[in-house]
């Protein structure tokens, strides 16, 4: 609109522009409506109309299933053919081979360490969650999910995989009590799912924090339990030194590198001792260090409670997951190991 053009040429224009991000099936949706990888697409979109001849992207790729990944370089050369220079950040070396140059930026750290000793973790407790019939939607018209239903057991390790707007997320919602189903009943141990028995780490860390800085967020997590102030503090300290992250202690949660503030999101969750945590894209724009980490702590923790994971990154299902569901069209569509999930599945 602010290029002066006529209503008609602007549809036109932006319904291009969906249609290369594989977004034509989102016409008239409300962005509330989109998934995490459907924003990101979104994103995207958006670069190809405007008219600057320099287009900024922070981790583009990070929440894209492998098809949209692919079909995002394609975009790239798109953009350089019009002219324009575009400078993204990554966090993995693979990205840099589409770029025609590459500078590494370097920071002084302590990389992050994990003992599972110091997780602070309840006895197994050996139930099973239930999921019969789920059927959701944002809209009347417009159903995510219909008639899921799926059995995991407690302690273990389940991946939810599908490409960007299957329904993950909002499945992981449902499961955690955020969302109320249109139908269907959520069970853990015989009884209907509280919102204290399930922990909900959210794609985007920023929506899940509720201190200022690394180690109030912690502390909190710790007054839920009975801790005092002081006490709370003191054993947020001592974690944070067990990690190996003291000198972030007094950082503010919003000034977190991104790989960071996925980690203490993860870890601030793990410290209220849930029967079920599920942890929605964990290694998204992540490097090699930090996803190390995190699936050395899914390990650990899915030996004491059942951990949902839901992902978009099939090698890091296999390297967790005890079993994996796709979700396809609102619907599972598999249920078995992750081993034998193929990229053409989702």
């Known amino acids: 609109e602010e290029s002066g053009e006529k209503p008609d040429v602007i549809e036109s224009r932006v319904r291009g522009a969906l249609e290369l991000v594989g977004l034509e099936h989102a016409w008239g949706k409300s962005v509330f409506e989109l998934s995490g990888g459907e924003k990101r697409r979104l994103a995207i979109a958006e670069s190809l109309l405007v008219q600057a001849k320099l287009v900024l992207m922070d981790h583009p790729t990070a929440d894209l299933d492998p098809p949209m990944k692919r079909e995002f370089y394609s975009i790239l050369e798109l953009l350089r053919e019009t002219g324009k220079t575009v400078v993204f950040t990554a966090s993995r070396a693979g990205d840099a081979e589409h770029a025609d140059s590459t500078t590494v ?10 003992e599972p000793s110091i997780l602070p973790l309840e006895e197994a407790m050996h139930e099973v969650l239930a999921v019969e019939s789920l059927s959701f939607g944002y809209r009347r018209d417009r159903p995510v999910l219909l008639d899921v239903t799926f ?10 995989l599908g490409r960007n707007g299957a329904g993950k ?24 799912v509280g919102r204290r028995d399930v922990v909900y780490v959210y794609q ?3 929506d899940g924090f509720v201190g200022q800085t690394l180690i109030e ?10 801790y005092d102030k002081k006490r709370a503090l003191e054993r ?11 000198e972030q202690a007094e950082t503010p949660v919003f000034m977190l590198e991104r ?26 724009g992540m490097d ?9 702590l899914i390990k650990a923790v899915s030996k004491r409670s059942l951990v949902i994971t839901i992902t978009h990154d099939i090698n890091f299902a296999k390297s967790i997951g005890e079993r994996a569901l796709v979700l396809r069209d609102g619907r599972v569509a598999y249920d078995g190991s992750p081993l034998e999930v193929r990229e053409e599945m989702l």
């Open 204 to 206: 985007l860390p920023q």
């Open 259 to 284: 790989g960071l503030s996925k980690l203490a999101s993860i870890l601030s969750s793990l410290l209220l001792r849930p029967r079920v945590i599920v942890l929605d894209e964990p290694t998204s």
């Open 151 to 160: 059995r995991a057991k407690s302690p273990g390790s389940l991946v939810i």
């Open 217 to 226: 967020d912690l502390a909190m997590s710790l007054k839920v339990l009975g």
């Open 105 to 114: 930026l370097e920071a002084p750290r302590q990389a992050a360490r994990f």
């Open 288 to 296: 090699e260090d930090y996803e190390r980490l995190v699936r050395s």
């Open 236 to 246: 947020a300290k001592e974690l944070l030194k067990s990690y190996g992250l003291e």
């Open 169 to 192: 997320t909002t499945l992981g919602k449902l499961i955690a009590g955020l969302l109320k189903p249109w139908k269907g009943s959520i069970i853990l141990g015989g009884r209907t």
